[in-house]
């Protein structure tokens, strides 16, 4: 039994996948070719994209491993000569190993799709408070601790690039700086209005509160993608400030950038040195530059490039998490996931990974 049986629909996407295994053992074989093995720049070459193939090919392996496995899981179920309970455990072993193999085929569609230049930048996560006062701000906190945790699950470098806190442990906004292995590509499609439904601690009768909260995915912008003039620039500084006069700073670290040919206004006061608090902040202004520039080309030359997904644009509803049910729906998706807890603990793989399958596959 060592051939590989998929259904006919799927054989394309296998196809895609055989072609890459093939370029790996290639990739592979020059390896130890003397004539590499003497060229040292094109022998890190070989390396490198090598090591772009190295994770699909393992999950690919994975998957035909567990489609021979449940081949024969099915043959078992099937076989009327078989013992009662032999078949009723491989009925069970075929659903576990349906699930897993749906899984990795997701994960391996995530790894296909062709992506946008900007996929293995790192990014700008932005979350801000909308409709619901107190209670938006509080869910500011929630969404930047499941963010947290997964990026943390990944193995991403999370830093805080400025915040501003209420004072009942809520959040007005934050913007992160999240780093690592195609960061943007897994949290592109988090842009958009998130809702949540639940009740405030303070609402005695019980009722249920609506909220909104916005987020927005800014990969990060390069040198090259923009050029920002000095003469385009104001730059003010000031004394930063915390909650409840807490963590007030004397000096004037706190800097405001206003890039003046689009208003776009950059504060960060989160570092003691007013050095790192404008590095930070141009960091955060070029990125925005960047998307604000994508954002028109889009516009202009591909109206419906994302129609299947939505826009990902921040006024777009893109998910509602409801406390009650313990329920989480992506819109785009038309999928409910009963799980809320564990996601907003940071397992929001599943959710993450179908956005990015059904965003760059279809």
């Known amino acids: 039994m060592g051939v590989l049986m998929v259904p006919e629909k799927t054989m394309s996407f296998v196809d895609k996948l055989e072609e890459i295994v093939q370029k790996f053992d290639e990739l592979t074989a020059q390896l130890s070719d003397p004539a590499i093995l003497s060229n040292a720049n094109e022998q890190i070459r070989i390396a490198k994209e090598r090591a772009e193939h190295e994770e699909t090919v393992e999950l690919y392996m994975r998957y035909k491993s567990l489609t021979l496995a449940l081949e024969e ?89 400025t915040s501003s806190e209420t004072g009942i442990g809520g959040l007005k906004e934050i913007i992160l700086s999240i780093s690592g292995k195609a960061a943007y590509r897994h949290l592109q499609y988090e842009s958009g209005v998130h809702r949540v439904q639940r ?38 500084t000031y004394c930063s400030s915390g909650p409840g006069g807490q963590g007030v700073n004397t000096t004037y670290s706190a800097v405001r950038i206003t890039h003046i040919p689009t208003n776009l206004v950059v504060t960060c006061q989160d570092e003691r040195s007013q050095i790192k608090n404008k590095a930070k902040a141009m960091r955060v202004l070029r990125s925005r530059l960047l998307e604000a520039e994508r954002e028109r080309h889009d516009a202009e030359m591909a109206e419906d490039r994302r129609s299947k997904v939505g826009t990902g644009g921040r006024s777009e509803k893109i998910r509602t998490y409801n406390f009650r049910e313990n329920r989480i729906t992506d819109h785009r998706l038309n999928l409910s996931f009963y799980q809320l807890d564990r996601i907003l603990e940071g397992e929001v793989d599943d959710i993450i990974d179908a956005m990015v399958a059904q965003g760059n596959i279809e």
């Open 73 to 161: 899981a099915d043959e078992l179920r099937k076989d009327d000569q078989a013992d009662r309970d032999m078949k009723a455990m491989a009925d069970e072993e075929w659903i576990t190993l349906d699930q897993k193999r749906a899984s990795v085929e997701t994960a391996l569609k995530v790894l296909l799709n062709p992506g946008s230049p900007y996929d293995n930048r790192d990014l700008f996560l932005e979350i801000r408070a909308g409709t619901g006062g107190d209670e938006a701000a509080l869910f500011v906190s929630d969404l930047l601790r499941m963010y947290t945790k997964y990026a943390e699950r990944k193995g991403w470098k999370v830093e805080t690039v």
């Open 199 to 236: 009740v405030p601690k303070t609402e005695a009768s019980g009722r249920i509160h609506t909220s909104t909260v916005t987020v927005a995915a800014i990969p990060e912008a390069e040198e090259v993608d923009i050029k920002v003039e000095q003469k385009d620039l104001r730059i003010d």
